[in-house]
């Protein structure tokens, strides 16, 4: 998970950015980042954990391809 430009929660999946929507309990719903700018329909819902319990993943466009959100990157290095 990362934020967008914004400082709103942001999901990568399968690249498709989707947007913290709302809170029901212990479950998060997400929408499709472009949901308001195209009307994408695709959706997940996940847990605290950040476990998905369920996954519409069907869009009506391509998946972004240059993110235009800030992104997190981690290094690995070996340790001896």
Same mark, same amino acid.
């Given at each position: 998970? &990362?934020?967008?430009? @914004?400082? @709103? ?6 690249? %498709? =950015? ?5 809170? =029901?309990? /212990?479950?998060?719903?997400?929408? +499709?980042? &472009?949901?308001?700018?195209?009307? +994408?329909? /695709? ?18 466009? %391509? ?8 992104? +997190?990157?981690?290094?690995? &290095?070996?340790?001896?």
């Amino acid at each position: 998970m &990362t934020t967008s430009q @914004r400082g @709103r929660p942001i999901i990568l999946v399968s690249g %498709y =950015r989707f947007s913290k929507h709302q809170v =029901r309990g /212990a479950k998060f719903h997400w929408k +499709c980042s &472009t949901h308001a700018k195209l009307g +994408c329909r /695709a959706i997940l819902h996940t847990l605290e954990d950040m476990s998905i319990v369920k996954c519409h993943n069907v869009h009506n466009h %391509y998946p972004q391809t240059v993110p235009s959100y800030r992104s +997190c990157y981690v290094q690995v &290095t070996k340790q001896e």
